[in-house]
């Protein structure tokens, strides 16, 4: 089955200096202190200890990869992942802003870290060695945001001058591979629409006593952008997960958490529509 048409490979690559070195003298005294072995542990120093800039960089980096993770499907076991054309402009127009802001704080980090090294001597008193940390460049280089957008190859596209025996079985194998990553990638567009549903039914299970039922205000605008996420994550035009995703999207309806907030049965109703969805499919 091909998805060449459908879908595109997207390759993400997020780099961020980790700021952390092994003292060795550190470690040495920590583990004969211990009377312990030499491989008992290490002792690891924070080079930026005094500032939270460069953890806010990394924190931000993990944001963008779960995003990225959110919005795309399996490919590759690493590497490149399945992005609907549909979600083309979308993603690449959120993904620009993304790794504008990323690298302005990375700019802003640069511009600081001498004043930010100056700050982390103080905080690391007899730990501190100048020797550990590296040039303003070079820190610069250690800060990445790297996008690579790619088609996706053609089911049975398998071009190399062998032997033609071998060229049967190569290509026969390579057919199977595609296969199971487009039967995979579509495993993971039915498991994000069952997790949603799971969810969805747990929360609106009625708790013992007399204890409210609390409810985000995101809880069904959550529900909502699922719904249209898989309208694009359905690369192969499943049928089955299409009817699964109307079926969502009819059973919230024009309801919002507020409806949920106030009333009992507003909540089991609904439920009890989610529900259904659960049983109606071969998950």
């Given at each position: ?58 924190d931000y980096a993990a944001l963008c990869r779960t995003w ?55 905080h690391l008193g007899g730990l501190y060695n100048a020797d ?112 699964a995703r109307r079926e969502l999207d009819r059973a919230i ?31």
């Amino acid at each position: 089955m091909s998805i060449s048409n459908s879908a595109m490979l997207v390759e993400m690559n997020i780099s961020v200096w980790t700021a952390s070195v092994v003292d060795r003298r550190a470690t040495n005294k920590t583990t004969e202190d211990a009377n312990a072995t030499a491989d008992a542990g290490q002792f690891k120093k924070n080079l930026m200890a005094g500032t939270t800039l460069r953890k806010a960089i990394a924190d931000y980096a993990a944001l963008c990869r779960t995003w990225h993770i959110g919005r795309t499907l399996p490919w590759a076991d690493k590497g490149p992942r399945l992005l609907p054309t549909s979600m083309f402009m979308e993603y690449k127009q959120e993904v620009d802003a993304r790794r504008a802001y990323f690298e302005s704080k990375v700019s802003e980090f640069v511009a600081q870290y001498p004043t930010l090294q100056t700050k982390a001597q103080m905080h690391l008193g007899g730990l501190y060695n100048a020797d550990d940390y590296p040039s303003v460049e070079q820190v610069a280089d250690k800060f990445a945001f790297k996008l690579v957008f790619s088609p996706v190859p053609e089911s049975g596209d398998f071009r190399i001058d062998v032997g033609n025996d071998e060229l049967s079985h190569l290509r026969t194998q390579y057919e199977s591979a595609y296969d199971t990553r487009v039967k995979d990638a579509m495993q993971t567009a039915w498991g994000k629409l069952h997790s949603t549903l799971t969810t969805v039914s747990e929360k609106l299970t009625e708790p013992d006593g007399d204890k409210p039922k609390l409810f985000h205000g995101t809880f069904i605008s959550n529900i909502r952008e699922m719904v249209e996420l898989l309208s694009h994550l359905n690369i192969t035009k499943d049928p089955e997960l299409e009817r699964a995703r109307r079926e969502l999207d009819r059973a919230i309806g024009t309801l919002d958490v507020d409806d949920l907030r106030g009333d009992v049965g507003a909540r089991a109703d609904l439920k009890a529509r989610v529900d259904g969805v659960l049983k109606g499919f071969d998950w």
